[in-house]
């Protein structure tokens, strides 16, 4: 039902007709304006940024290098040594920990009962001395 | 220039070519007529203008890609939307402006003589007529309401069928129908046979 293939009536024959001269006489600085806002849309479309798929193609190598920083850290964090490990649990105290405490015998193998070195020095000097000192313990 | 090897390349930048001729055609065969319908509506030549172009480029931006038979009823419905922001904008502004003590002319816009000279000129006593029926169904026209106002223009001067139309209204066809029918109806009571 375009207004042409309709039977129009002389008014708007000539509505229409008027309408038409009034656009022939904009004015040059009108023309000027709407020609450059046209060129204006026109290079905004042949630049304008590329659809959703080519987009997210170019995407796939930076999200596969953070994959992969991801993937290398958290390598590290699990391959780190597990001598750590013990330090961290000493930070709490365990069953073993109260079960030395409590025993007074232990902590007087660690306290150095009797004057003449720890414990532990004496363990030491009696395995640099061979075997044969077991018996004088 | 793309390389022959990349025979798909060489393709999509012909094509892009291609589109921004038709997309550059379509709007130099719309962008007067899309004046004087936005001029209508606002009443202000800059800001006529700046409605057709921020509609040039939303359409460009976010349609482009679409078949060009639908550009033209999509394009006025940009348009569209565009005026009634800036109706929308002017109302709020002139209610603002109305409560400040101090406000300065804003009519402040020299013509240019230049940009004043037509661009035809038919004989004096036909261009007296056609002034005086042009100004006559100018003034007509702002008097309609806004969708009579806005289906008359899209309709006989763009030349858009119902279906058209109801697009770049965003209504029904019938109501398409309905305020074409009261447009021509309060026109010729105005205008008589001066047009």
Sequence with gaps: ?137 | MPVSSHGDVELSDSSINARSRTLNQFLAGVELKAFKIAQAALRHEDDALDAVQDAMLQLARAYADKPAEEWKPLFYRILENRIRDMQRRRTVRGRVIAWMPFRGDEDDDEPDPIAQAPSNDPSPVKKLELAEAMGALEKALAELPRRQQQVFLLRTLEGLDVAETAVAMGCSEGSVKTHYFRALQALREQLGDLV
């Excluded at chain 1, 309709?6 to 008027?18: G, P």
């Excluded at chain 1, 023309?31 to 304008?48: D, G």
């Design chain 1, 1 to 137: 039902m375009n207004p042409d293939s309709e039977q129009l009536t002389d008014f708007e024959r000539n509505a229409r007709r008027v309408l038409e001269e009034s656009v022939l006489r904009v004015d040059g600085r009108v023309r000027s304006r709407l020609n450059q806002a046209r060129q204006a849309a026109v290079e905004a479309a042949s630049t304008r940024p590329h659809p959703i798929f080519w987009r997210v193609f170019t995407l796939v190598p930076t999200a596969g290098a953070a994959a992969a920083a991801i993937l290398v850290a958290l390598v590290m964090w699990h391959g780190q040594p597990q001598a750590e490990l013990p330090f961290a649990e000493n930070a709490r105290p365990t069953a073993e920990d109260l079960d030395l405490l409590a025993d007074g015998d232990g902590l007087d193998l660690v306290q150095d009962g009797d004057g003449s070195g720890s414990f532990y020095e004496w363990a030491a000097d009696q395995s640099e001395a061979g075997s044969g000192t077991e018996t004088d313990t």
